[in-house]
């Protein structure tokens, strides 16, 4: 019989993949990834997955963007010229940036995604927002 593991410590092994089969994230060549079942510290996707897990299973889950990360928003795509950068700062693709959010707002993290002579374009949407993700998960222990 399953154990139902909501409220408990999970350590878990995980490799996470995209659509187009490429890793963008695993814990196998690090210490297994700790968290508590159900509480929201990690991805609601995620969270379900190993809730019905015994300690042994290994599982394979596809997360749907909206379980995720969320949708990709295009107004969260900014376009802004070099002087608004702090001196010395060069931004470069795949670099990522604390915004201040302006007036009243929270900070945020940019990621650059296009640099040319005139403007640097910055995304503030999660880097893998908009995409569907593909878990295995290997529960090691339950807590």
Do not use: C, W
């Amino acid at each position: 019989m399953t154990e139902n593991a909501e409220n408990k410590t999970a350590k878990v092994h995980y490799t996470g993949t995209l659509a187009d089969g490429t890793v963008f994230d695993s814990s196998r060549e690090r210490d297994p990834f700790e968290f508590i079942v159900g509480v929201g510290q990690v991805i609601k996707g995620f969270d379900d997955a190993v809730v019905d897990m015994a300690v042994g299973d290994t599982k394979t889950v596809t997360v749907p963007s909206d379980e995720a990360y969320g949708p990709h928003f295009t107004e969260r795509v900014i376009e802004v010229d070099h002087g608004q950068f702090a001196e010395g700062v060069i931004p470069e693709v795949g670099m990522q940036l604390q915004s201040d959010g302006g007036e009243a707002q929270q900070p945020m993290v940019v990621t650059v995604t296009e640099v040319t002579e005139d403007k640097v374009i910055l995304d503030a949407n999660h880097p893998l927002a908009g995409q569907d993700l593909t878990f295995e998960i290997e529960l090691l222990e339950l807590v």
